[in-house]
């Protein structure tokens, strides 16, 4: 199941920069985003590289984001799987397999595997500075937002935006660990669509074997 890397990738797409802007003028973009946009709705693709075996893998799908940590990503590759939150609750649904996985979404954001606060909206810029260093690299001629961890994590990472300074809304993100690169990229990208409220529910098909995860 590769939910960590999706949702953190689509997460924090926040943006490729068109021309030559400074550390702050990228991070001011980010922070008018924040109140411009309540909804976001995309597709993605995903490309995951492990180092050792050089092996890879591509999972494809489509997300939609309302603030503050309510989604509903509908993964259509290499297997159809969901993965929805009301805000409170969060499911994963396993399609092939028959069952769902039941969480509190204070739970899975802890302990999904990947670093706390990279979905949309769950982090605000503030929370970003203290958190990460920020610099601008170059990459293929683009200038990038490049936010490493002040402090130490239980794996070292580093995570790039292209950052998109019209809209505040991502177009591709890096997260590359040790051993694993994930590059997410977005497409027909739609910002504050209406989106019904239905989206955000989740009612396990009937049959479906429900599997309530552990409290921490």
Known sequence: MKLGSIVLGLGLCLLGVARAATVEEVLSRLERAEKEISTLQFDFTQETTVSIGGRGSETRGTAIFQRPNRFRVNQTAPEAQAFVSNGKQFWVHLIDRGQ?????????????????????????????????????????????????????????????????????????????????????SVRDVKINPRVDAGAFRFVPPEGTEVLEMPLH
Request: charged share 25%; net charge neutral.
């Open 100 to 184: 769902v996985l039941k969480d509190s979404m204070d739970n899975w954001a802890r302990f999904a595997g990947f670093p706390q606060g990279l979905t949309p909206f769950q982090m605000s810029v503030n929370q970003m500075k203290k958190k990460y260093a920020f610099s601008l690299v170059d990459v293929e001629g683009e200038k990038v937002l490049s936010l490493t961890p002040k402090t130490a994590t239980d794996f070292s990472y580093t995570l790039r935006l292209w950052v998109d300074m019209e809209t505040g809304v991502a177009k591709k993100t890096e997260l590359a660990s040790e051993n694993v690169t994930a590059v997410v």
